[in-house]
Each structure stands twice: as structure tokens, then as C-alpha cells.
């Protein structure tokens, strides 16, 4: 689709290909069909078409196929932005992506990360295609990190609904908050990796300078041909690139409508008030069932208007960041490590409890 491409390969220090690639270089890992994702896919597709023909069923895989249903119509678009994203980044050069986010370990680089988070308009899913993919591109760790906290339900679309449901000043209060433990969690990661209790980003090329973005972004689209061939690279590289991403999300939409269809949603209002204990079943609450951010949304607000919990609120969409598996699995094959996806509900949560304790009692 461009000649940026295969400058932005020679400047990329060599990596072990452990990312959307499926998470082995190995031949055989390559050979073999990857059951999960073609499990999980034909599973979905088989649930939707039953639910969406209207066939009769029995009530409990009526209600399983209802979650999937609506899990995938919910966040499809989402998804197919960040396919098209992810396409896109293939060929974005390195030096480029070092140019807009800043230099890693920097507080600056870290407040880019956070901003272009708040500002990309897409689901917390598609988000994570994106993330992954800046982190391949060089983005430090702590980048990487900020950019998926400070994101998932911070777009255009969803901040007009928030206001809608909770009016305009609650939900700046939230879009800043979560840009601010974006910064914190983003600061935390990459002194974690300086001291070397987190592992380095080999995809990070340290002799990479930050240059001028408009030149490099006027080379960038000269080089780009708008033709079928390049449209079906694009397709291609976006599937390919997100491959690993999907797995997880297609694992994770079965298992939430399994838990959806034994846990109803709208006990929330009843059960989790603004105590402490309210915003401890909270964040158990949506660890076990994995909403997107568009779904998140009207339980947030029911938790706001219903159990007049601000605080519960704010941590139910926050704590899907830190504690949803699909995103811990993602990071734990992206990045080839358990620690590195686990420190991330052990940095995020305990600073979204804080800030939930302080806001019910400020509400």
C-alpha cells in the first residue's frame, strides 16, 4: 500500500515475533490451526445465527445466545475500526509513531500516550488491537499502558451518551480522572522497567530521535495508492495483526454471555451502594462480567442515578480496564509475560478504589 513499509522495517530493532502474529516463532506453532480463535468464531457465529433466526432453544442458551447477540452487534464496530487501525499502523515508519507519542520513560511521552487514548474514538476492544500495535512500533511500556487506561469508554459517541445519562460536569470529572491515573499507571510501568522489575520493550529502538511529524507525515501519504491491491494489503495486515486480539475477544464474548445469563445485570442498583464494601462487589462484579465500553455505559449510570454511588460509577468503568481477562491475556502473548499482564490490576485497581472511596463520599 506504501514504500514506508520496508524503510520502517530496517529501523526496528530485531524482535522475537510474539505479537499479533500468534505469539510464536516456532514452525510448528505456525502450522497448527489455532483452535481457541476457530473455536471461539465458529462458537459466536453459531450462537448469533440461532439467536438471530429466532429458533427455539432452551431458556438457558437462549439467554446465552441473547449475550452473544448483543455482545457482538454492541461492539462490531468498534472492533472493524481497530482492524482498520491496526492495517494502517503496518505501515506507518517507527521513527513516526516515536514522533507523535514522545520519547518512552518521558513524562511527556506518557501524556501523548494518555492523550491520543482519550481522543481515539473506539471500543475498549479496538483500543486493544492499537495498543498492541504501538507497542510493537516502539511505544515504552508505560505508554502503552496510559494510552488502555486512559481510553476505553473516553470517545466522542460515548462521552454524549455519559452526558445524557449523567450530565456534563460528572462526566468531565470522569473523563479527567481517568486521564489522570492514565498518567499515573503510565509513569509507575515505565520505572518499573527502568528498575528492571518489568521487562524492556524490545521493539523500543533507543537510537531513534523524535524528528519534525508534518514532513514525515506529508512523505507517508505520498506514498500511499488507494487501490484494490492495497486496500486488500490493508485488510490483510489489519486481520493479521489483530488476529491475536481476537482470539481473545471472541473467547471472552462466550464466556460473558455464559456468566451474563447466571448473573443478572440489574442487581447492581440493589446490592452496590456507596460503601466500601459496595465498591469492593463492584469491581468483583465487573471482573466477572466482561462488558464493553458500550455496554459498560447504562450500568455506570445506573450505578449513579439508581444507587447514587458516583465512586461505583467511575470504578465499574474503570476496573474493566485493569481486571478484563480478554485485555490480561492479550498483554500476557503480546508482551510474553505473565508478570508484565498481571501488574496491570495490581497497579490500576487499588488507585481506581481510592479514587471511587473519594468520590462517593464527595457525592
Known sequence: MTEHCHSDKTQTAPAPEHGCCGGSNSQDTKSRPDLLLWGSLIACAFLYGLYGLGIPLPEWLTHVAHGVF?????????????????????FVPQTLVVSLLGRGGSLSGIMRATA??????????????????????????????AFLVASPWNSLSL??????????????????LSMVLGVIT?????ALVARKRLQYNPALVA??????VLPQLKQLLSGIRLTPAGVAELARQGLQGSRMVLRWLLFGVLLASLIRALVPTDVFADWFGPTFLGLLLTAVAATIIEVC?????????????????????????????????????????????WKTALFLPLVVLPQVIVVGVVLNLAG
Open 116 to 145: 491520543a487514548g482519550v481522543l481515539m474514538d473506539l471500543c475498549s476492544h479496538g483500543i486493544l488491537m492499537v495498543g498492541m500495535k504501538l507497542y510493537q512500533k516502539g511505544a515504552s511500556l508505560g505508554q502503552v499502558m
Open 70 to 90: 448483543e455482545l457482538l452487534n454492541t461492539m462490531w464496530w468498534g472492533v472493524a475500526l481497530g482492524i482498520v487501525f491496526v492495517g494502517l499502523l503496518h
Open 207 to 212: 537510537e531513534i530521535e523524535s524528528a519534525p
Open 159 to 176: 462521552t454524549l451518551v455519559m452526558i445524557a445519562l449523567i450530565g456534563l460536569p460528572w462526566t468531565l470529572a470522569f473523563i479527567a
Open 293 to 337: 465500553s458500550e455496554g459498560s455505559t447504562p450500568i455506570a449510570a445506573d450505578l449513579m442515578n439508581r444507587a447514587r454511588a458516583p465512586g461505583n460509577s467511575f470504578l465499574f468503568l474503570m476496573a474493566g480496564v485493569a481486571t478484563d481477562y480478554t485485555e490480561i491475556m492479550v498483554i500476557k502473548d503480546t508482551m510474553q509475560s
Open 186 to 190: 503510565g509513569l509507575i510501568f515505565d
